[in-house]
């Protein structure tokens, strides 16, 4: 729960012994506080030729109230922000006094149709990357490769994830670096979503890849405040009681949903304390029992739900030679299995909303593997699995599935690992630290939100870009 | 080149200090040696419910000339075996004397359809995993989840590949863990592949996942010899004079390929000197010279190619902000670009014949990103894309296109590695140890096997399951 190294490096004394033993200082991340500003600096903007998303781009900009400065690649900016009224300046290459004056870094790659046409992102994040501040943002955006109508295209388009991946290794200072690729068609679409990445909120999100698409379902979507954007949606969380689960429902009820907390009977005390600070409703059932489906759809019946969040899981880890045929099943069972009764039975019953969402919580090790966690990697696997396969299939209803996989997250859980492999598992990405549960309840948020139609089937990392993958 | 940790804990008193120090003891891993049977010990079988492949395993078995256990999972597996004329047994629990008699467990997951029917994995290798000895194989048969006929199904089979990494990173021991999806309708292109992951070609690919397709193209499967496979085969490898390229060069030779080996006009004594040894031929041209692409043709025209392995590569690290322009664009020129040029120049004239296989060289800089190399990861990035925007193009004449993605590869390039970053990268995988040239070159052999005709689009670690990933 406390990361003691990175308190002591970032006091006076310990930031000046680190700095004289060579040590890794981590940054301390800024993340959203509701009394301070989301969006502050200038977003510097740069483009490859014939640029698609400047104009997508100036809204965002016009919306959230940022300033910008255009770099040379990105002349079209400077006429296209006039006409949107906007604040805009030139970048003037990293000379003395530069240095961190910006927060945000965007480029639109979604013109470069050929690798010979890569050379304005060496260019931009060349002059730019030493100017961006602490904690500040990349964005690089572009087109999914698999629409493409070229091989040459999607091959340059591909190329992108390799730069935004090695960017965000390189910046450290607690910047993150993601690629979005928006989908021919979904231009009006992509607020939301970069609203999530240029703020606080994103702070522990770096290296993913995201892909945004033409909105689905047929209902026109629905109004929203930008402050309160779930409020009169109703959002069911499973393991609510304490820790990730807790800190989810707390951010989605601070953004205006009514949340239904689910947790085990034993946990009852804590669901009820938990959900009464959030004026939220208590729903003590474990949902691995087979009449739990059944029992949850009766209780949301009524009034329907509109966000379901799959959060309560289980480990009960050791090599597989030891891990007796329970241990493999409740695992399997509860991470698993459980989700998709309770989906199969809230989408038969029509309890789950038009225009609803699912989110799953797989895990870097239904990714990776982890040794002594064959159960759960299989369950978190299999995670994955389920949301690429509903994904298609909830199209029509507008429905979005998409998973968070968190990486080390500093919890009551990884507390109890020995600190020689948590101290490890802590500093083994680009951050040098373990994420906090709102990393991964702010993430969450974002996928819930009714800006995110056109985010589905997609499992997004919330890990400060770790090492360890696949 | 050399691992000198390595060697001295394989000694007997490097064994004994790293004991007592409890330092990791890397295995020595078995290579591939003409002079030594490939195949080799028991294979255990087991399988899940209404297994599909176990006749295609009969028959690989069979031809292969293996032995093979049949574990409770796999009760259909005996009279199969019988049927096939096979010598075949029980497997028994491991007890007293049957560690490490076993030389690779298969598990046929191709019936499993719902997550609830996960079980029989645990119990197989729960009871297996201790019997099988070092340098052992592990191979999980399934169907690809992406053409399943429900989400339940689709889910299930993707939780397959969290087991499969997670019994890797497990197992330890130089034993290998690989997923391979069969495609339905492909049970009997599965040879080539299987040989591969069960031969100790494959000692440094672990924690992949590989799809088998329908054989594409018109023209029928050529006749080939299981010892000679490329025999009559015409292969072209650029960066042919030396390091990993000379390896690729060697392997394909000794598996019946004429060699065309390019490189550099400033590398021509090497590469002559390399192709001499091997009876292939030299071609001293710069790849990325606008008139290569036309020159290599003309060089190839009378007879044509089969194979079109792309080798050559450079790095130039830097930061991106001490980067310099020409840094960028040769690194983008080389490594991808000038692949791009080649392959439409012969493709276009014909110059690669139906059936052909096309073999781009990825890197796990390129999946993951680096720090120092947004050049070159950015260019091997794009060859991923390269593979996968042009397997369905090339589809229909047959010709398949994939890469291999090397992780830490011990050559003169990462001998300059610094020392304690050189040991980070060499022991942060599940084999503890850098790969070798021939391990990159006996994975490229694989794809370019006329036995290889269904597995295209496809990217391909050779990394001993390296920690690091996307």
């Excluded at 239904?260 to 304390?273: E, F, K, N, Q, V």
């Excluded at 199209?395 to 968070?404: D, M, P, Q």
Aim: hydrophobic share 45%; glycine share 12%.
């Amino acid at each position: 729960m406390n990361d003691s190294y990175l308190n002591f490096v970032n006091s006076p004394f310990g930031a000046r012994l680190a700095r004289s033993l060579g040590l890794p200082k981590p940054e301390v991340l800024q993340r959203y506080r509701a009394d301070r500003p989301e969006f502050d600096g200038l977003i510097a903007i740069g483009a490859g030729r014939e640029p698609h998303l400047l104009d997508a781009l100036a809204n965002l900009v016009t919306s959230i109230g940022m300033t910008s400065v255009a770099h040379e690649s990105a002349g079209l900016w400077v006429p296209l922000a006039n006409r949107h009224g906007l604040l805009t300046g030139r970048f003037e290459a990293a000379e003395s006094g530069s240095q961190g004056k910006l927060g945000a870094l965007l480029f639109d790659a979604s013109g470069i149709e050929d690798s010979s046409q890569l050379e304005p992102l060496h260019g931009f994040f060349h002059d730019t990357l030493r100017s961006l501040g602490k904690c500040g943002r990349i964005v690089v955006l572009g087109r999914p490769p698999e629409a493409c109508a070229s091989p040459r295209q999607w091959t340059a388009q591909r190329a992108l994830e390799g730069l935004t991946r090695s960017l965000g290794k390189e910046a450290r200072r607690g910047i993150t670096a993601n690629l979005v690729y928006v989908e021919q068609g979904a231009e009006n679409g992509i607020e939301a979503t970069f609203r999530f990445f240029l703020s606080p909120r994103s702070a522990y999100v770096s290296g993913q890849v995201v892909r945004i698409g033409i909105r689905a379902g047929a209902a026109a979507s629905p109004a929203f405040d930008w402050n309160q954007p779930l409020a009169g949606r109703r959002a069911v969380v499973t393991g609510a009681a304490r820790g990730i689960g807790a800190s989810i429902a707390s951010v989605l009820a601070a953004q205006g949903a009514h949340v239904i907390g689910i947790d085990i009977p034993s946990a009852r005390d804590a669901l009820d304390s938990t959900m009464r600070q959030l004026n939220g409703t208590a729903l003590a059932f474990d949902i691995a029992a087979p009449e739990a489906p059944a029992q949850i759809a009766a209780a949301l019946d009524e009034q329907g739900v509109d966000i379901v969040v799959h959060n309560a899981g289980i480990t009960k880890d050791k090599t597989i030679a030891k891990m007796t045929d329970a241990a493999w099943q409740s695992v399997i069972d509860i991470n698993l299995s459980a989700q998709e009764r309770i989906d199969d039975a809230l989408l038969a019953a029509g309890i789950l909303r038009d225009g609803g969402r699912i989110i799953g919580v797989s895990s870097i090790s239904g990714i990776a593997g982890n040794p002594g966690q064959t159960n759960y990697a299989t369950s978190k696997a299999g995670v994955i699995g389920r949301v690429q396969s509903m994904a298609p299939h909830l199209r029509a209803r507008g429905i979005t599935i998409n998973a968070v996989a968190p990486g080390f997250i500093e919890t009551q859980m990884t507390a109890k690992i020995p600190l020689t492999i948590r101290e490890a598992g802590r500093r083994m990405n680009s951050m040098s630290q373990g994420g906090q549960p709102v990393d991964v309840a702010q993430t969450i948020a974002w996928l819930a939100h009714p800006g995110s139609a056109g985010v589905s089937g997609q499992i997004v990392r919330v890990c400060g870009q770790s090492l360890i993958g696949a």
